[in-house]
């Protein structure tokens, strides 16, 4: 059987998660491929919002089996409240959450050299999450990182205090100023990997293979977006890992050839949070309007995420990098009520008209010119069937579908589970 790829197509923030929820009861495997506890996806169902970190979105599902994959970074400070959190709602998890040796692990001190790196940027910051990503998978690739196996060996102890020391010297290194005690955090990391030790680790690679042999569905669950991708995004405002397909294969250990659909997720408009290059982004009302109604405040970090219209030159160029076979509109209830809409279907960059995205997207490179669509009053959040969807929203559905090539298979209309629209 094949693996389908679920992934967002902008700087994040696309409602990965809700849509992994509703698709889960198709899949016998949910597994998330790459990024950590800088991610943020939640799901709203029952009157209970849930926001995960680490964890694959498929956990409140009664059956699916849950993988965190080799790709994916864990901090198991945070993963044990994301754990002790699914516990205050009764979700079994114990036979449910499979976690792979090979995930790196997210020290204290990667978190403490993040914050250093990222004040020693000063307003060249990229506006990090300060999770302990981007260390974290520096050392990785440096080989020099603790991953989850290593937890298994009776000298990890001695792996970790190697690791830290390194950290250490590199934070008088930077010779930046930032307070912490290193005991209370490690008696926290502590406590940490002792709830960690209560999961089942497997080899996943191994495990999803024999999976794809029995004929079991797997669904790859992204997070980010394809903007923030280390080698397509908007570098070096990205995050540190490949979120877009290739991190699937990389990120899990499955081929190329096992993935069948890529589903891409992306917003009616645009949000970006963080620092870096939006061409489309809003400073008027109605960039208000957009993180007013679509309450855009990061999951994670709740800071204000920033808004604008819908880039089609990026979108073209993640449904390209990406492979997409079928596309996910999100959010198009908050642009009910919007008199005119915009698309920016191409960019000035250095005295030319182009359409596709170019290498520097930086403000003094490029500008950007719109197409414009009549919008819609209708209030769209208690539509259940494509049928009662306004004839303007599915103009502004059309043309997208036109340009990318790629249709649009469900147009969410609300963060709810059953406010979701499949054509
Ligand atoms: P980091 O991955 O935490 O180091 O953050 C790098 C950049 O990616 C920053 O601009 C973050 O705001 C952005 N970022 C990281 N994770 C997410 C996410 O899940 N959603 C949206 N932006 C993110």
């Known amino acids: 059987?094949?693996?389908?790829?679920?992934?967002?197509?902008?700087?994040?923030?696309?409602?990965?998660?809700?849509?992994?929820?509703?698709?889960?009861?198709?899949?016998?495997?949910?597994?998330?491929?790459?990024?950590g506890p800088n991610a943020g996806h939640t799901l709203i169902f029952d009157g209970h919002k849930h926001v995960l970190h680490t964890i694959p979105s498929g956990i409140f599902h009664k059956t699916a089996l849950n993988v965190v994959g080799n790709g994916v970074v864990i901090d198991p400070v945070i993963f044990k409240k994301e754990l002790e959190n699914l516990d205050k709602h009764k979700v079994d998890y114990t036979s449910k959450l499979l976690i792979s040796r090979k995930a790196h692990l997210i020290l204290p001190t990667h978190r403490l050299l993040d914050a250093a790196s990222e004040t020693s940027k000063g307003k060249?910051?990229?506006?990090?999450?300060?999770?302990?990503?981007?260390?974290?998978?520096?050392?990785?690739?440096?080989?020099?990182?603790?991953?989850v196996g290593d937890l298994e060996l009776k000298n990890w102890k001695d792996?970790?205090?190697?690791?830290?020391?390194?950290?250490?010297?590199?934070?008088?290194?930077?010779?930046?100023?930032?307070?912490?005690?290193?005991?209370?955090?490690?008696?926290?990391f502590d406590k940490g990997i002792e709830k960690l030790r209560t999961l089942q680790f497997i080899d996943s690679e191994e495990f999803l293979n024999q999976a794809i042999k029995s004929n079991k569905t797997i669904l790859a669950e992204g997070a980010q977006g394809s903007l923030l991708?280390?080698?397509?995004?908007?570098?070096?405002?990205?995050?540190?890992?490949?979120?877009?397909?290739?991190?699937?294969?990389?990120?899990?250990?499955?081929?190329?050839?096992?993935?069948k659909d890529v589903y891409g997720i992306f917003k009616a408009y645009t949000t970006r949070v963080g620092s870096g290059p939006f061409p489309t982004e809003l400073f008027?009302?109605?960039?208000?309007e957009m993180a007013r109604i679509g309450q855009e405040f990061g999951a994670t970090?709740?800071?204000?995420?920033?808004?604008?219209?819908?880039?089609?030159?990026?979108?073209?160029?993640?449904v390209d990098v990406n492979g997409v076979t079928q596309l996910m509109?999100?959010?198009?209830?908050?642009?009910?009520?919007?008199?005119?809409?915009?698309?920016?279907?191409?960019?000035n960059y250095k005295g030319k008209e182009i359409s596709h995205f170019p290498y520097n997207i930086e403000p003094e490179n490029v500008s950007v010119n719109y197409s414009e669509f009549k919008g819609w009053d209708e209030d769209l959040t208690k539509m259940t069937s494509a049928e009662q969807l306004p004839k303007n929203l599915m103009d502004y559905v059309a043309f997208i579908e036109?340009?990318?090539g790629v249709p649009v298979k469900i147009v969410s209309v609300g963060p709810d589970r059953k406010q979701t629209i499949v054509r």
Not at 1 to 10: E, S
Not at 19 to 30: E, F, K, S
Not at 338 to 343: A, E, H, V
């Open 1 to 35: 059987m094949a693996v389908d790829l679920l992934l967002g197509l902008q700087w994040g923030d696309e409602g990965k998660g809700k849509i992994v929820d509703v698709l889960t009861g198709n899949y016998d495997i949910i597994a998330r491929f790459q990024g």
């Open 124 to 147: 060249a910051k990229i506006g990090s999450t300060l999770k302990g990503i981007g260390p974290t998978y520096m050392d990785k690739t440096g080989r020099n990182g603790m991953r």
């Open 159 to 188: 792996k970790y205090h190697a690791l830290t020391a390194k950290h250490l010297g590199m934070l008088d290194y930077f010779n930046i100023k930032i307070d912490y005690n290193l005991e209370e955090l490690e008696a926290e």
């Open 229 to 259: 991708d280390i080698d397509f995004g908007t570098y070096p405002f990205v995050t540190s890992s490949n979120t877009t397909a290739a991190g699937a294969c990389t990120g899990l250990g499955v081929a190329p050839n096992r993935i």
């Open 284 to 288: 008027d009302k109605d960039g208000e």
């Open 301 to 318: 970090t709740g800071r204000p995420r920033r808004c604008g219209w819908l880039d089609l030159v990026a979108l073209k160029y993640a």
């Open 329 to 347: 509109m999100m959010k198009g209830d908050v642009l009910s009520g919007f008199d005119t809409l915009k698309i920016c279907t191409s960019y």
């Open 402 to 404: 036109k340009e990318t």
